[in-house]
């Protein structure tokens, strides 16, 4: 079934077992949802480019099968494979060989085209065709401190260590931001040829060092699009902001309430108001449920760049253990700012009013791991 | 040589649960197949030439572990799915 491209706006519900798009009119109308696409198969991120219409690419693998990107330039009604999918090299020096493409992030808005994917294990790739052909970023991959920076070969990380968090600078296409889970944030100026680690001032409890240059587990690192000096970063542990040209993270999660902790999957911002963000607490004690603190599931927002934070529950169950995942909650473009998020328990929720409210779009979908708009997001300008 | 697809991959061999492809070793027939039906090798073996975790190749019924071993026209090709979880 074709994604209805005359809806206003369009959700891409990447799922364990397939693709939902959830599409409205109005976003406080009726939303439907699609039959599914490509049903059974690992659908880890889908992601619309919002500098050429109806293009969606979606980073996917079987239970049997290895992985692919898959690409559409109709908004879904027909797909085709990538001709070269991600891979390191044949005959790579580390015999590495890629068994997830987990993340994709179109590239500067004046190199149309061009995309970004990070894998597990910790590769990133690049394509220049629209993500037909795909390439390794050998300035990172080939790194003369990858090995010491990745997660390689022993990945400690739950379903494998991952590169993601890929941010292309909208002022400048060279630089470019990734994240490692785990091995923390790194920074390159000159469009992947070098690299070097940002984590000063983000914590770290299963590092010996509190110093430590690497080795960290950001979650989600998002950069402003219309500051782009900042970045913000859930962490594992933590909440932070990064006003370049600074270098030191600051903990803004210590302004949460403190029996909810700051810890969480996704940091998701507003198109315009770089001190607006929103997160979705987990709780990250004991043994780590990572599910809502408390059973009682809720977004927390930010209106001061996390000076303070302002809980957003009305709608939500009073009890409920939600799970968020990192590329499970998106914002829209509208004002107000449409927010949503999706559960690992196949639960679509939206807030068509920054948060102020929430109501259940879908139930009983498989296990999602990414939600994303279709509509253009903001002016990567 | 005759080769059977298992159902993940026929959306490659445009349906068909059987299809001709030669090669005088499994390497070389896998590259055949993806010469036939572009992608599929992919999908099975990885870039370091490997194959993937959940997936076995029987040749005349034994299952095989390297994809160097070789070949002879009236050999039977089976690719299969193993159990890969929920």
Redesign the interface.
Known sequence: MPFDSSASTSLLVGTRKGLFVLSCDERDGPWATSEPHHLGHVMQHVVADAREDGVVLAATRTGHLGPTVLRSSDLGATWTEASTPPAFRTGDRLERAVDAVFWLTPGHVDEPGVWYAGATPQGLFRSADHGDSWSSVDGWNDHALWETWAEYPYEGTPDGAMLHSINVDPRDRNHLYIALSSGGVFESVDGGADWRPLNQGVFAEFLPDPDAEFGHDPHCVRIHPAMPDRLYQQNHCGMYRLDRPGERWTRIGDNMPPEIGDIGFPVELHPRDPDTAWVFPMDGTDVWPRTSPDGRPAAYVTRDAGESWQRQDTGLPERGWLTVKRQAMTTDDADPVGVYFGTTGGEVWASADEGESWRCLARHLPEIFSVETVAPRHDPR | MKVRI?T??RSYTAGASEVDADGVTLAALLDDLDRRF??LR?????????L?Q??RIFVNRAMEHGLDDPLTPTDEVVLM??L??G
């Open positions: 298992p993940p991959l572009p992608g992919f999908r099975v073996v990885d870039e370091q030439g490997r993937r959940h997936m799915q193993a890969s979880g």
